[in-house]
């Protein structure tokens, strides 16, 4: 069964921090460039971050730049998103996504926020971060 399972949310305080995590099973990883999404309540979803393993290109949105690093362990099929200095603002259920090379050009993380939500893609169930301030 092909699936992405998000875990690691939580409650924590303003500046703290928490480490996301976003198991692939019944694919590969390495074949496909990850990203992260958020959304907040009565807000658009945003795409924060996306890594791509093929091309090495990255993305992180303004908004969490220098403060959330993802991260992949092909080893264990697994992207992690560290997040640090959190924000009231960073509240949000936050969603894994991939998208298999083939149907993008690259570099693959310059239009992954655009193509991730089209059918065929894969995304976790979500997991919710509430900071507290």
């Known amino acids: 069964q092909v699936q992405l399972v998000e875990s690691g949310g939580g409650l924590v305080q303003t500046g703290g921090s928490l480490r996301l995590s976003c198991a692939a099973s019944g694919f590969t990883l390495k074949d496909y460039a990850i990203g992260w999404f958020r959304q907040a309540p009565g807000k658009e979803r945003e795409g924060v971050s996306c890594f791509s393993y093929t091309d090495g290109s990255s993305y992180y949105s303004d908004s969490v730049k220098g403060r959330f690093t993802i991260s992949r362990d092909n080893a264990k099929n697994t992207v992690y998103l560290q997040m640090n200095s959190l924000k009231p603002e960073d509240t949000a259920v936050y969603y894994c996504?991939?998208?298999?090379?083939?149907?993008?050009?690259?570099?693959?993380?310059?239009?992954?926020?655009?193509?991730?939500?089209?059918?065929?893609?894969?995304w976790g169930q979500g997991t919710q971060v509430t900071v507290s301030s």
């Open positions: 996504a991939a998208v298999i090379y083939s149907r993008m050009v690259p570099p693959y993380c310059s239009h992954f926020e655009v193509v991730a939500p089209k059918a065929g893609n894969y």
